[in-house]
T-cell receptor, first 115, second 113 residues
Framework: DADVTQTPRNRITKTGKRIMLECSQT?????MYWYRQDPGLGLRLIYY???????NKGEISDGYSVSRQAQAKFSLSLESAIPNQTALYFC??????????????FGPGTRLTVL | QKEVEQDPGPLSVPEGAIVSLNCTYS??????FMWYRQYSRKGPELLMY????GNKEDGRFTAQVDKSSKYISLFIRDSQPSDSATYLC?????????????FGQGTTLQVKP
């Protein structure tokens, strides 16, 4: 079984709809992240969470919200979807060792299309 | 100007070629430099990382960091069709234990048999 799972894998929705993307992990990591990937723009950080009670905005948080329901679950919501939120969304997790690089482990992605 | 710039390619090479992938950056506080590989319809996975300046080798892959020029490279020797993927550079200063990574745009590589 995959360590980081995302549901759904694909979603087509209409402008104005509320959408939730879910992420679960079995790696036991405290830190979780949401990114979006667009052609020519690479990965951009939306929100990140260092534990259940610690949630932080990333580079492009406008139009998005998140919920950390448990250590293993981190959800991303689009309250009112718009077409320019069409993108590939990735969840990632990492452990904090305090001594070396913070490797991030990515899920398989959710392809979201907003019509 | 983006903090990290990476030529998106696409880059197409014959099997066995040496591939050079590069990123430039503007933030002199970056200390950790990583390369992620992303296969089609998959999430990125860490390929290599280096700390500060210098070289690091792992099999056919060599990561190089030149902090004085704010330039990092990934070399792939004897490239194989299985190396066909998008390669993303990523960097962090890890100040305040944020663990935040800044990614380049990614370079798409195709290795032809």
């Amino acid at each position: 079984d995959a360590d980081v799972t995302q549901t759904p894998r694909n979603r087509i929705t209409k402008t104005g709809k509320r959408i939730m993307l879910e992420c679960s992990q079995t790696k036991g990591h405290d830190r979780m992240y949401w990114y979006r990937q667009d052609p020519g723009l690479g990965l951009r950080l939306i929100y990140y969470s260092f534990d259940v009670k610690d949630i932080n905005k990333g580079e492009i948080s406008d139009g998005y919200s998140v919920s950390r329901q448990a250590q293993a679950k981190f959800s991303l919501s689009l309250e009112s979807a718009i077409p320019n939120q069409t993108a590939l969304y990735f969840c990632a997790t990492s452990a904090w060792t305090g001594a070396s690089t913070d490797t991030q482990y990515f899920g398989p992605g959710t392809r979201l299309t907003v019509l | 100007q983006k903090e990290v710039e990476q030529d998106p390619g696409p880059l197409s090479v014959p099997e066995g070629a040496i591939v050079s992938l590069n990123c430039t950056y503007s933030n002199s506080a970056f200390q950790y430099f990583m390369w992620y590989r992303q296969y089609s319809r998959k999430g990125p996975e860490l390929l290599m990382y280096t700390y500060s300046s210098g070289n690091k080798e792992d099999g056919r892959f060599t990561a190089q960091v030149d902090k004085s020029s704010k330039y990092i490279s990934l070399f792939i020797r004897d490239s194989q069709p299985s190396d066909s993927a998008t390669y993303l550079c990523a960097m962090s200063d890890f100040s305040g234990n944020t663990g935040k990574l800044i990614f380049g745009q990614g370079t798409t590589l195709q290795v032809k048999p």
